[in-house]
């Protein structure tokens, strides 16, 4: 699979790419399916995930993302208990309303 854009976001004023990308072998290992990289200010979901589950993927990338992008000074790392706990908890508020579009593949 070819990284595919999935949407473009805007938080904190500015546009975040939410792509779609095959895993590293480092990242399979380590049973990695997501993350908002803050260098190129971009989430990437693994395209492997069904598309609920990917949803929810996307909701813990987003909590990450407000963090760096409203300049919360927290060192990378230390926010995953923020995200793990408001991204799941948002995800299961906000599933139904969540208008994401399926991923490319059509997996619901
Ligand atoms: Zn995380």
């Not at 949407?7 to 095959?22: D, K, N, S, Y």
């Not at 380590?30 to 989430?43: D, L, N, P, Y």
């Not at 793990?84 to 599933?95: D, E, I, M, N």
Request: charged residues 15%.
């Amino acid at each position: 699979m070819l990284p595919t854009i999935w949407l473009t976001l805007t938080i904190a004023g500015v546009a975040v790419p939410v792509v779609w990308r095959e895993r590293t072998a480092a990242e399979a290992a380590a049973g990695i399916v997501g993350e908002f990289e803050r260098a190129s200010v971009t989430i990437w979901i693994w395209g492997g995930l069904r598309g609920d589950v990917a949803r929810s993927v996307l909701c813990h990338e987003i909590v990450h993302a407000i963090i760096h992008l409203f300049a919360i000074s927290m060192p990378e790392g230390d926010d995953e208990p923020a995200a793990g706990s408001l991204g799941a908890h948002t995800y299961a508020v906000l599933a139904p309303y969540l208008n994401f579009p399926n991923p490319p593949w059509g997996s619901q």
